[in-house]
């Protein structure tokens, strides 16, 4: 086992893919020998704070001064972005998932969470990734396998790339209405519409000058595309999740832009419990697609 546990690789027609075990990572996405996300070399290092194509379990996004609470009670989660003191991206990111099964074009990866101090809640997790004639479908799943109701969120971490090409030399569609603003922490600041601002992408819109790390709401209830487009290459992710994170991609050269499917907003588990609960025995899943031409 390597820095990233074992590389999996995919292929199928103009389709190909790697995919680690550890964090269950989609590490690379080719179509026609183009690059549609940004990757790295999985012997070499593990992305960084880029969190490249990682899972995010059992939430995405921070968790503000990694406390929360839940059911009346209070918890302190162990802090890993010490630029703003917050739990970023969940227990699973760097966790050496299992292989349950695979195929030439696709596999599916499972983690058991145990309960920890800061999260005392067990989960059952998944992941399957497979391509497709047209592109990448991908399912994650988590199962509260525990006794008592838990807060749980889901999201995920590719950048979209059109081969590398600088995300400045690129144009943006996103249909999101609203937007959730940020302190200097980054913790939520207020919802708004994007209406007139810099972060309005519901029109195809050049990236050049613009930097956006914010989660953002408002979408299509049956599903979404964002797309990215440059150099005669168009990348498209679609989901239907209730929220999405936007980042312009500083921590790769912004040769892609990080596009974040989540089932829930920044700092969910301090919001309502009933927005992140999740029964004994009950399950939550997450789909999105990667398609390019």
Request: aromatic share 8%; glycine share 12%; hydrophobic share 40%.
């Amino acid at each position: 086992m390597g820095l990233n546990g074992e590389q999996l690789r995919l292929a199928r027609g103009d389709w190909e893919a790697v995919v680690s075990t550890a964090g269950a990572t989609l590490v690379q996405l080719r179509h026609a020998g183009r690059d549609a996300i940004c990757s790295f070399d999985p012997t070499r290092g593990v992305g960084g704070a880029s969190y490249m194509g990682r899972v995010l379990a059992p939430w995405p996004n921070r968790v503000t001064g990694g406390r929360y609470s839940f059911a009346g009670r209070e918890f302190a989660l162990p802090i890993n972005e010490a630029s703003t003191g917050a739990a970023l991206h969940g227990l699973a990111i760097w966790s050496d998932w299992r292989v349950d099964a695979r195929s030439a074009d696709g596999v599916t990866l499972t983690l058991t969470l145990p309960g920890s101090l800061g999260y005392p809640f067990a989960l059952a997790l998944s992941v399957t990734y497979r391509l497709t004639a047209d592109g990448l479908d991908a399912t994650i799943g988590a199962q509260n396998i525990g006794p008592e109701t838990a807060p749980v969120g889901l999201g995920v971490h590719p950048y979209l790339t059109c081969d590398n090409l600088p995300i400045d030399d690129c144009v943006v569609t996103c249909p999101a209405s609203q937007i959730l603003s940020v302190d200097e922490q980054l913790a939520p600041a207020g919802l708004s519409g994007v209406l007139g601002t810099a972060y309005d992408f519901t029109q195809p819109t050049a990236m050049r000058g613009r930097s956006v790390d914010h989660a953002f709401t408002g979408l299509p209830d049956r599903g979404w595309s964002v797309t990215l487009s440059g150099g005669g290459m168009t990348v498209s992710l679609r989901a239907a999740t209730p929220w999405l994170q936007l980042y312009s991609g500083e921590e790769v050269g912004r040769r892609g832009l990080a596009v974040e499917p989540m089932t829930c907003p920044p700092d969910a588990f301090n919001g309502p419990d009933v927005a992140t609960a999740l029964a004994p025995g009950d399950r939550r899943g997450l789909g999105f697609t990667i398609l390019a031409e």
